[in-house]
C-alpha cells in the first residue's frame, strides 16, 4: 500500500536557519504530494503541494519538489522564523486508493530566538 | 466562505458516556474522514467515507462509530468501548476525483473526566 516516511523530529534550529525536513513515498501510479503544516491546538492546513513530477511547489518561503527518481517531497526553507515552529506533515493523495490521503509522522520544528 | 466546521472545540466526557463529535462541510466535498491525534503523534484514520450512506473502517475504528447520512455531514460517536479516548481529533473533507488535497477542520479535544 501507500505510505509516506519523514524524517525524525524534534527539529530545533536558530532563527534565521537553513531548514530541511526530509520526505520519501512509495505509491503506484502517480500521486499528488502535499505539505501540511499544523500550529498548537489547531487543524492542518495546507502549505503547499505538487501535482507531477518536476513540480515545485512554493508558499510562504517553504520550497518542495516532487522527484519521481527518488520518491521524494523534501521540504526546504532558506530563513527561518520563531512563527514557523509548528509540526509539519508530508502527505500523498492517489484517486485510485480507497483512502486516497496518506499522511506522514509529522515532524515538530521548534525555532528559538 | 467554503470551509469545514468542527464542533464544540472542548468536549469533556465521563467513564461509561458516548459523545458524539460535530463535522459539518460546505465545500460539496464527497469523501470525508476522521482522524485521532494524540500528543506528539501523528494522525491515525479511524474512519472514512467516499459518499453519503457508505463509510469503511480505519486503522483504530474499535470503541468508534459514525453515520454520513448527509453529504455536508460526518460525526463520530466516541462509545464507552473505546478504552483511552482523550485525544484530538481531525475532521476533514476532500474531492472525490483527482489526486486533490484534504481541508481540515480545527479540531475537537476531547478528555475523560
Known amino acids: 500500500g501507500d505510505s509516506v516516511t519523514q524524517m525524525e523530529g524534534p527539529v530545533t534550529l536558530s532563527e534565521e536557519a537553513f531548514l530541511t525536513i526530509n520526505c520519501t513515498y512509495t505509491a503506484t501510479g502517480y500521486p499528488s504530494l502535499f505539505w501540511y503544516v499544523q500550529y498548537p491546538g489547531e487543524g492542518l492546513q495546507l502549505l503547499l503541494k505538487?501535482?507531477?513530477?518536476?513540480d515545485k511547489g512554493s508558499n510562504k518561503g517553504f520550497e518542495a519538489t516532487y522527484r519521481k527518481e527518488t520518491t521524494s517531497f523534501h521540504l526546504e526553507k532558506g530563513s527561518v522564523q520563531v512563527s514557523d515552529s509548528a509540526v509539519y506533515f508530508c502527505a500523498l493523495s492517489r484517486a485510485g486508493s480507497a483512502r486516497q490521503l496518506t499522511f506522514g509522522s509529522g515532524t515538530q520544528l521548534t525555532v528559538l530566538p | 466562505d467554503g470551509g469545514i466546521t468542527q464542533s464544540p472545540k472542548y468536549l469533556f466526557r465521563k467513564e461509561g458516556q458516548n459523545v458524539t463529535l460535530s463535522c459539518e462541510q460546505n465545500l460539496n466535498h464527497d469523501a470525508m474522514y476522521w482522524y485521532r491525534q494524540d500528543p506528539g503523534q501523528g494522525l491515525r484514520l479511524i474512519y472514512y467515507s467516499q459518499i453519503v450512506n457508505d463509510f469503511q473502517k480505519g486503522d483504530i475504528a474499535e470503541g468508534y462509530s459514525v453515520s454520513r447520512e448527509k453529504k455536508e455531514s460526518f460525526p463520530l460517536t466516541v462509545t464507552s468501548a473505546q478504552k483511552n479516548p482523550t485525544a484530538f481529533y481531525l475532521c476533514?473533507?476532500?474531492?472525490?476525483?483527482?489526486?486533490?488535497?484534504?481541508?481540515f477542520g480545527q479540531g475537537t479535544r476531547l478528555t475523560v473526566v
Open positions: 476533514a473533507s476532500s474531492a472525490r476525483t483527482g489526486n486533490t488535497e484534504a481541508f
Open positions: 505538487a501535482t507531477k513530477a518536476d
